[in-house]
């Protein structure tokens, strides 16, 4: 098995709210930035509370919520699950299959430093299997 770090292959740029953000302001982010998170985040104390997705806001209007008065911190997802950049992406993927995540914030000495998320871990696929398919073709070589 090939070993390839988290921070090698997340998203390093993350969305980050206040919890007193409205479920309107947040789809309006996600759609303003192509994205389908963001971690709340206490702006006092810098402390992550959890992550809000496009699936918790769905939920939210599926039950017909005022999504222009319901704020983050009533639906948001939490506890948050994380994972250290320098951690092996297929413990990586193992954690997000064990919590039926799909975004996993990354973080550094407690800080977080990006996310990975199922589109990520699809992307990086083929190069894996380039890299797979080289290391043969060298082995043969020899």
Do not use: W
Request: aromatic content about 4%.
């Amino acid at each position: 098995m090939i070993d390839q770090f988290v921070g090698d292959v997340m998203t390093q740029s993350v969305q980050t709210v206040p919890p007193e953000t409205t479920a309107c302001e947040v789809a309006t982010l996600f759609a303003d930035h192509d994205i389908g998170s963001a971690v709340v985040v206490e702006p006092e104390t810098g402390q992550y509370s959890g992550i809000v997705t496009e699936s918790d806001l769905m939920r939210l209007v599926a039950a017909g919520a005022d999504i222009d008065t319901v704020t983050v911190d009533t639906f948001l997802s939490t506890p948050i699950v994380t994972i250290a950049s320098t951690e092996d992406i297929h413990a990586a993927a193992a954690m997000m299959k064990e919590h039926s995540i799909r975004r996993l914030p990354v973080t550094d000495d407690g800080d977080i430093v990006g996310i990975l998320t199922t589109t990520d871990l699809t992307h990086y696929l083929p190069r894996l299997r380039n890299t797979v398919l080289r290391g043969r073709n060298d082995l043969a070589a020899q």
